[in-house]
């Protein structure tokens, strides 16, 4: 083992056992990446905690040697490695079973407050556990031990933190493993690797000035061994916070199963961006446009530079019916699954998916109302439209007016034929009488769909 705890005359022997291959393992923290570090034969480089190293120095790790398989695990991946592996660049493998008799922690994000902080820490003392109370600012950690000295008088406090000699340090964790403190006043160095089964309950200070993966992690020092812990992020209520630390506090809120690293690296990502692929940066602007479609966007990308072919943007399509088609808040309560279920709707491709949508809605939220139906309507609309590759369906007074595609080249005087008292074909536009049409006008915009795509076809196969 080569870390900074290894004495001078300690490390030097492990450097020239490593040199000279009489070592087949060596596990380091970033020690390992010193120039001073040299291997015979290295093979296979295995970073645990992979969030905490950076793109530089996993590069310098690759580069020991020409060619060395690297296995990187982590609970939350940074969204750069996230998104290599979801592009397909590297591979990954997830799992998701929780240790057996592993519960669930339970989460709160709160406001800070003396009274929570003293019930907190009293309540765990009660039932015989330990306390973690992670205060990240070591200029000032003093105040916040004192602080919870005099909350909770009763109570054993140590403090940790990084820039604590390494022997006055050990000594400190030491002592808190051994149950010899309640209370262990640190600073995020306690985030990884720490794995004391008695220590059930972790306090946050200033929880919106961390990351999303660092919050997760730290809240999994809690709730080893099997016993219900819990977790409180608390934040300052008198200060305004960014709106990416709100998400980020949102999102450690909600995903508090056991194995939701995965889906809150996704959060991650989607927050924080996917990065640069060809270079350092580890998080970039991905939110401007969301994970989805800068996924399909990159695939868009690669294809076009495989097959030489310029990447094509789809038509839009402007649809604007005269009728109220949307999701009332009494049919869909909760805005978040109001918005999942448009996004759900949005990418319903052909008529099967729409009834399957249709179906969905009436299991889950009953019978649809004359707006979800309306909704349901536009949606079919709008995929005949696609499908006759119009540009626009717009409301204009008593008129539904319809651009035809560019070229098309269907029979007007066929069209107008067979729809006489309804619509008229000028300039390649389509316009249908809403007022001639009367109270079964949707059923004949259908009709009228179905028949201009089918010109369309005929005009084509001659």
């Keep these: 083992m080569l870390s900074r705890f290894r004495s001078d005359a300690e490390a030097t022997e492990i450097l020239r056992r490593l040199q000279l291959g009489e070592i087949d393992v060596v596990i380091g923290t970033h020690r390992l990446l010193q120039k001073d570090v040299r291997f015979k034969d290295l093979g296979l480089v295995i970073l645990d905690e992979e969030q905490r190293f950076g793109v530089m120095q996993k590069e310098k790790l690759k580069q020991l040697r020409a060619s ?92 940790g933190h990084g820039q604590m000699p390494e022997t006055t340090l050990a000594e400190v964790m030491v002592k808190f493993v051994r149950g010899e403190a309640d209370v262990l006043v640190c600073s995020t160095i ?159 491709e052909d008529e099967q998916g729409l009834e399957a949508a249709e179906r969905n809605l009436a299991d889950r939220f009953g019978k649809p109302p004359p707006p979800v139906r309306n909704l349901l309507y536009a949606l079919r609309v709008k995929l005949l439209a696609r499908s006759a590759g119009l540009a626009a369906i717009e409301s204009d007074g008593d008129w539904l007016v319809m651009r035809l595609p560019a070229g098309w080249n269907g029979d007007e005087r066929r069209l107008e034929a067979q729809f006489r008292s309804i619509l008229y074909v000028r300039f390649g536009k389509v316009r249908i009488s809403l007022t001639q049409a009367g109270a079964q006008w949707k059923e004949r915009l259908v009709d009228v769909l179905g028949e201009v795509e089918r010109l369309g076809r005929v005009a084509l196969a001659v």
């Design 68 to 159: 060395v398989d690297v296995l990187s695990l982590s609970a939350t991946p940074i969204p750069r490695t996230l998104h290599m592996s979801l592009a397909g660049i590297r591979d990954l493998s997830v799992i998701q079973t929780p240790p057996e008799e592993r519960l669930p922690i339970k989460t709160f994000v709160t406001a800070d407050d003396d009274d929570l902080i003293k019930e907190v820490i009293q309540r765990e003392l009660q039932r015989g556990g330990q306390v973690f109370y992670v205060y990240n600012r070591v200029q000032t950690i003093k105040k916040a031990e004192e602080r919870v000295k005099k909350l909770v008088p009763q109570a054993r406090v140590l403090v």
């Design 190 to 348: 306690i985030e990884s690797g720490l794995d004391i089964p008695n220590a059930n309950t972790i306090v946050v200070v200033d929880s919106h000035r961390m990351g999303l993966a660092q919050l997760y992690q730290l809240r999994g020092r809690v709730g080893r061994a099997g016993q219900r812990a819990y977790a409180y992020f608390l934040y300052n209520p008198l200060k305004s916070h960014s709106e990416n630390a709100d998400k980020r506090l949102d999102v450690i809120s909600e995903l508090h199963d056991l194995g939701s690293g995965f889906k809150l690296a996704l959060k991650d990502l989607e927050i924080r961006g996917a990065g640069n692929l060809l270079g350092v940066e580890q998080h970039g602007a991905i939110a401007a446009v969301g994970l989805e479609l800068y996924n399909t966007m990159l695939r868009e990308a690669v294809e076009s530079q495989k097959t030489g072919t310029p990447v094509e943007m789809p038509a839009g399509l402007t649809l604007d019916l005269p009728i109220e088609h949307f999701l009332p808040r009494e049919y869909v309560p909760d805005e978040k699954l109001r918005l999942q279920v448009y996004h759900d709707l949005a990418a319903v």
